[in-house]
């Protein structure tokens, strides 16, 4: 499977912002005469004590509570006036949220979305008012008003988790296996990157005739999870089983993140099958347990206090005038080209589960008391 990320076509000497120089080429989808890049932002900095706004989507999952504690405790520590607000009434929530930052005068407003193609007007008000906008986490699409996008790169999550599903079937000696697939919301930007970026290590497989997916869910609209809701993945899964798995086993599944696995492993347990070979991401608490019990296999580690400690660092430096550096190849949003800082996720298995989260005193704690590490 192809990946479907666009980049921005690369000329030598090619400056994409302020102290932004790429060396790196990629390639872009993009029509030939409409590549466009984000406009400079202002680099006189701002105030010691400025205003940031930091909007967060639902609490869907544990990594954007824990975001919460440590953009409050962080930029506070760093002499900002910080506003922090989840979106748990959804996209219309976070854009009134978003408005209301605008006008509370912030300089810098980080955005986790929860529908990235829903913010244009929102993001127009903010670059209007002279604030710089980071995508945090998922890619803010359809506008030409966004500065940076930081997150884990969400296609190399996915082949990691569909490596670790073949790692985990080929241990299991299924032939053939068959597996089922789950993906995320629709409305998140990062579901159909870390769904291609699975399905293009387990497709050769499914070609092949190795792996079988035996209720015929093999597109991305079909294994979607709306609001990535545990419920909804289980009562997707209850309903799968009960229709394809009567007599057949299940050998492994392809999940997008921890808490959509648990969701299918309550489900495959409830319908008194064995525990497949489940990926997940997150690196939840309870995830970590059952990797260590050997009921989920594998996790990916995003460590969230490392991504958000990143986008203050930015702060910080855009708060003095200095324009952050990208480290990615742009992103295409829809509209221009997005500057990319992107950190690198970390497969976690039983292999490597007791040193992957070396300075991570929450897992760490659960790692100890477990007494296998």
Do not use: H
Request: proline share 5%; net charge negative; charged share 20%.
């Amino acid at each position: 499977m192809k990946r479907t990320k666009k980049f921005v076509a690369c000329v030598a000497g090619l400056t994409l912002l302020a102290g932004f120089s790429l060396a790196a080429c990629g390639s872009s989808d993009t029509p030939a005469g409409t590549e466009t890049t984000a406009e400079e932002p202002p680099a006189s900095g701002f105030a010691a004590d400025a205003t940031i706004g930091v909007a967060l989507p639902q609490k869907t999952s544990e990594n954007w509570v824990r975001a919460e504690n440590m953009f409050n405790q962080g930029l506070s520590a760093a002499g900002f006036e910080q506003i922090v607000q989840f979106a748990d009434g959804g996209a219309s929530e976070q854009q009134s949220q978003i408005s209301a930052m605008v006008e509370q005068g912030a300089k810098v407003i980080v955005i986790g979305a929860v529908d990235g193609s829903q913010l244009g007007e929102q993001l127009s008000q903010a670059k209007s008012s002279g604030a710089y906008v980071i995508a945090y986490d998922r890619l803010l699409k359809n506008s030409a008003d966004v500065d940076l996008y930081v997150a884990y790169d969400p296609y190399r999550v996915g082949e990691l988790q569909g490596e670790a599903l073949i790692e985990g079937l080929t241990k299991a000696g299924c032939a053939p296996c068959n597996i089922e697939l789950i993906a995320g919301s629709a409305d998140d930007a990062n579901s159909i990157p870390f769904f291609e970026g699975g399905m293009s290590k387990i497709q050769p497989k499914i070609d092949d005739g190795s792996y079988v997916v035996v209720s015929g869910q093999t597109q991305f609209t079909q294994a979607a999870t709306e609001g990535w809701l545990a419920a909804n993945a289980q009562t997707r899964f209850d309903t799968l089983l009960a229709a394809n798995y009567a007599s057949a086993p299940l050998d492994g599944v392809l999940s997008p993140n921890d808490t959509l696995a648990r969701a299918a492993l309550t489900a495959i347990d409830q319908a008194g099958k064995p525990t497949p070979v489940i990926t997940g991401q997150d690196s939840e608490v309870e995830s970590v347990k059952l990797i260590l019990e050997g009921k989920q296999y594998s996790t990916i580690n995003k460590d969230t206090g490392v991504l958000v400690n990143k986008v203050i660092d930015i702060i910080k430096g855009l708060q003095q005038g200095v324009q952050p550096t990208p480290n990615g190849d742009p992103l295409n949003n829809g509209v221009i080209n997005v500057p990319v800082v992107y950190l690198e996720p970390v497969i976690v298995t039983a292999a490597n589960i007791c040193t992957a989260y070396a300075g991570d005193e929450v897992v760490e704690a659960v790692l100890a008391e477990s007494g296998k590490c």
